[in-house]
Structures are given as C-alpha cells and as structure tokens.
C-alpha cells in the first residue's frame, strides 16, 4: 500500500514562528499536494507539486510556501505563523499516468493539526 | 473552475437505514468524480470513483454511487448504515490536470 507519512500529527507554535511541516511519500509517486481542511470549508489546495523543484499555487497559497528538494519529501512552510493558521493540514500524493490522468486516485496522510497561538 | 456542492453539512440516520449523501457538480469537461471517508483523527480514504463506463460504481464497505450527467449529480448511498460508518465524508471532482476540487462535507451520524 501507498503510504504518505506526515512527521507530526499535533503541533502548537507562537504567533510569528516559522513552522515546517514534513509530508514523505513512499511509492515514487510524481504529484503531491498540501491542502488545508476546516469545518464547513472542506478542503483546501495551499500548493502542488507535479516535479522535483517543480510547484504550482494552488487556491490558498497566501502565507505559504513549499519545498520539494527530493521526489518523495513535499515541506510546507509558514514563514511567519499566524492565529488565522490553526487548521489541519493534509498531505496527499498520486501517480501520474498521462492522459486522463485526473482518474488518479489521491491518497492522503493522516494529517497534521497545528494550533497558533 | 469545477465546484462541488454537498446538500447537508450533518446527516443523521438509524442504524439499518437507508444512507444517502448528495452531490452535485459543476464541471465544462467530463469530469472524474470520487468520494472519500474520514474517520476521526484520520486522514481521507478512498471510498470508490467513477472515471469512465458504467455511471454505477461500487466502493468499499457497501457503498456505492451513480453518476448522473442530466442532474450533475454523483449521490452516495449505502442500503443498510452500520454505526462503523460514523464519519465525515467528502465529493471530490477531477478534471484532466491533476486538480481535485472538494465539497465542504458532510458527516454522518448512525443511531442504535
């Protein structure tokens, strides 16, 4: 089975602290993704990253970056936390397969909850 | 850009009784169309999707789908609910470029 590992499930940081959150793919998949989920709002895209080095926003990139030095590992990144941050962050990769390649099927990590204060 | 629509943020029902979670889509390409479940503390797990062919589609647990292209519609149901499928479950919809786009969500609640 495809497995996507997210380093911490619970994380609670200061306003203005820079925050990492770690997303490891194990099944050399080429496409992964950071998305935010609050109640009511379902899921967000925050950024993807379709290549190595490669990413592309996505509809709620604004006090985010990402990092993909590596084909497996996708970083987001809050350079400076925020109150309006706390949320539960998830990571999701899939396999690109060409044509029709929206038929993939995401598969996610367990998530990261991180509380601002 | 592709939207999702989920009729009913909470859904309850008995335990043994028909489930029924709406959705309904707005998409200008064919669009590929998944639910997911997310149980407490978890992840999102693929339920089942419909890509191409038979517009009924089996998933796990007992679930299933039937994508309605007159009606946009890609409703999930269940005949029987089990307490076991407590959870929040999401629409999602897929056009050719690898962008997913969810419904808000909708959890379901099973009473003995």
């Known amino acids: 089975d495809v497995k996507v590992t997210q380093s911490s499930r619970y994380l609670v940081k200061r306003t203005g602290e820079k925050v990492f959150l770690e997303c490891v793919q194990d099944m050399d998949h080429e496409n992964m993704f950071w998305y935010r989920q609050d109640p009511g709002l379902g899921l967000r895209l925050i950024y993807f990253?379709?290549?190595?080095?490669?990413?592309e926003k996505g509809d709620i990139p604004e006090g985010y970056s990402v990092s993909r030095e590596k084909k497996e590992r996708f970083s987001l990144i809050l350079e400076s936390a925020s109150t309006n941050q706390t949320s539960m962050y998830l990571c999701?990769?899939?396999?690109?397969?060409?044509?029709?390649?929206?038929?993939?099927?995401?598969?996610f990590g367990a998530g990261s909850r991180l509380t601002v204060l | 850009a592709q939207s999702v629509t989920q009729l009913g943020s909470h859904v309850s029902v008995s335990e043994g009784a028909l489930v029924l979670l709406r959705c309904n889509y707005s998409?200008?390409?064919?669009?590929?169309l998944f639910w997911y479940v997310q149980y407490p503390n978890q992840g999102l797990q693929l339920l089942l999707k419909?890509?191409?062919?038979?517009?009924l589609v089996k998933g796990i647990n007992g679930f299933e789908a039937e994508f309605k292209k007159s009606e946009t519609s890609f409703h999930l149901t269940k005949p029987s609910a089990h307490m076991s499928d407590a959870a929040e479950y999401f629409c999602a919809v897929s056009d050719n470029f690898n962008k997913f786009y969810f419904g808000s969500g909708t959890k379901l609640n099973v009473k003995p």
């Open positions: 419909y890509t191409t062919g038979a517009t």
């Open positions: 990253s379709y290549d190595v080095k490669m990413k």
């Open positions: 998409s200008s390409v064919p669009p590929y």
């Open positions: 999701a990769s899939s396999l690109v397969t060409g044509l029709g390649s929206g038929a993939n099927v995401l598969t």
